[in-house]
């Protein structure tokens, strides 16, 4: 069955940095869109970012660009999201998410056919 493992989540200062993974079973990873979402507590889930199948394209929101990255890679099964410059406002629960449809410009969870269980990231002012 398919599974979906974050990890790398945890607690950091403002300004600091965290790298988080996503470590996928269970599927042919390189045929699969990928992408990150977070949700804080009473927040609806907010799209973070998306990488195309072979990691050539990727697509993210003003609120991460230019401090976030996403990457994979496809020898590995496995997706990462570089986080700089994290802010209190970045505080939230991320989800690794994986797509059947090979569009990667979509910020919406319905997109989306598999979820991890997700990785608490908390930054401190």
């Known amino acids: 069955q398919v599974r979906l493992v974050e990890s790398g989540g945890g607690l950091v200062q403002a300004g600091g940095s965290l790298r988080l993974s996503c470590a996928a079973s269970?599927?042919?990873?390189?045929?699969?869109?990928m992408g990150w979402f977070r949700q804080a507590p009473g927040k609806d889930r907010e799209f973070v970012s998306a990488i195309s199948r072979s990691g050539g394209d990727t697509y993210y929101p003003d609120s991460v660009k230019g401090r976030f990255t996403i990457s994979r890679d496809n020898a590995k099964n496995t997706m990462y999201l570089q986080m700089n410059s994290l802010r209190p406002e970045d505080t939230a629960v991320y989800y690794c998410a994986a797509s059947f449809q090979a569009i990667v410009r979509v910020a919406t969870a319905e997109h989306y056919d598999y979820w991890g269980q997700g990785t608490q990231v908390t930054v401190s002012s």
């Open positions: 269970g599927l042919t990873f390189s045929r699969y869109t």
